[in-house]
């Protein structure tokens, strides 16, 4: 793991509007359980990562250049996303898992070596806040449809793709999320794509 390949809010898993304080907070949590003196959990390299992170995040100006960096590189949200199916309706939590387990099906069709996708791309590929998702990020991984890698991001299992596989005959509005998820992730910025392949 590189540090051109994290993105710092993900990887100490804090929102990106965070306040100092919680920034500070959450970074003692890390820098203890990975600091190389831990002989349980230490990991000089983690450690590393955590203590750069808590620096650009903690310095104002620091964080301006950062967060204007990453800016430059999140894809746009998808359209389809942005229709009234998704923010009206009974039924509209059941299409935020459904559109949320589509991105990570094409993610991990696009780009087997890395398939996975942060909150932060999910907030921005659906134009939700993460507020919105996470309600369907707490269920899709108790049924087992979705894990985390080691850097907090999502992935399909095998148990969500055959559910999406399931689901997708005669299913226009499926279809259509599935489509659009395809495309999306496709044209995802390259400069994005080749950071996180490092």
């Given at each position: 793991m590189t540090?051109?390949?994290?993105?710092?809010?993900?990887?100490?898993?804090?929102?990106?509007?965070a306040e100092p304080e919680t920034i500070q907070r959450v970074y003692k949590i890390f820098a203890a359980r990975y600091h190389p003196d831990?002989?349980?959990t230490g990991d000089a390299e983690r450690f590393r990562l955590y203590r750069e992170a808590y620096e650009?995040?903690?310095?104002p100006a620091a964080r301006e250049q950062y967060d204007l960096k990453l800016e430059l590189t999140q894809p746009d949200a998808l359209p389809v996303f942005q229709s009234k199916e998704?923010?009206?309706?009974?039924?509209?939590?059941?299409?935020?898992?459904?559109?949320?387990?589509?991105?990570?099906y094409a993610k991990r069709r696009a780009n087997p070596d890395y398939s996975a996708l942060s909150m932060l791309d999910l907030e921005h590929l659906m134009a939700f806040p993460r507020e919105h998702l996470q309600f369907a990020m707490w269920y899709l991984k108790a049924k087992?449809?979705?894990?985390?890698?080691d850097r907090?991001?999502?992935?399909v299992t095998a148990e969500g793709v055959d559910y999406l596989e399931t689901q997708l005959p005669g299913n226009d509005l499926l279809y259509r999320i599935f489509r659009a998820s395809e495309s999306g992730v496709m044209i995802y910025p390259k400069a994005l794509l080749n950071s996180k392949n490092r």
């Open positions: 540090s051109a390949s994290v993105n710092y809010y993900d990887l100490l898993q804090i929102h990106p509007k831990n002989r349980e650009v995040l903690s310095d998704f923010t009206d309706g009974i039924d509209a939590e059941a299409k935020i898992r459904i559109g949320i387990l589509c991105l990570l087992k449809f979705v894990t985390q890698d907090s991001s999502f992935i």
